[in-house]
């Protein structure tokens, strides 16, 4: 089991910043993916960035150029830059832990972007 605690989502006005966290714990494998997905009221999950243990990222192009996620592997923790928000990037954001078969999700964290 993997546990994950996500903080950092609050209300920002367009154009501002926020940082979202997510640490890891119980058994982690050494490789793995963590990243994170966002969910809008009446949408569907949909996958925002990720980064594997090695430090190779991917990003959604939505979010390109805006979003930087980075991660600190002495910490098991995964982390969030938004820059420049959008009120379209309201929503919940999740993070992700995955190594093979195993996926896990946290609780989620609200990001409300006002206009």
């Known amino acids: 089991q993997v546990q994950l605690v996500e903080s950092g989502g609050g209300l920002v006005q367009a154009g501002g910043s926020l940082r979202l966290s997510c640490a890891a714990s119980g058994s982690i494998f050494s490789f793995n993916v963590m990243g994170w997905y966002r969910q809008a009221p009446g949408k569907q999950r949909e996958f925002v960035a990720a980064i594997t243990s090695g430090g190779s990222t991917n990003y959604a192009d939505s979010v390109k150029g805006r979003f930087t996620i980075s991660r600190d592997n002495a910490w098991n923790t995964v982390y969030l830059q938004m820059n420049s928000l959008k009120p379209e990037d309201t929503a919940v954001y999740y993070c992700?832990?995955?190594?093979?078969?195993?996926?896990?999700w946290g609780q989620g964290t609200q990001v409300t972007v006002s206009s």
């Open positions: 992700n832990w995955r190594s093979g078969v195993y996926n896990f």
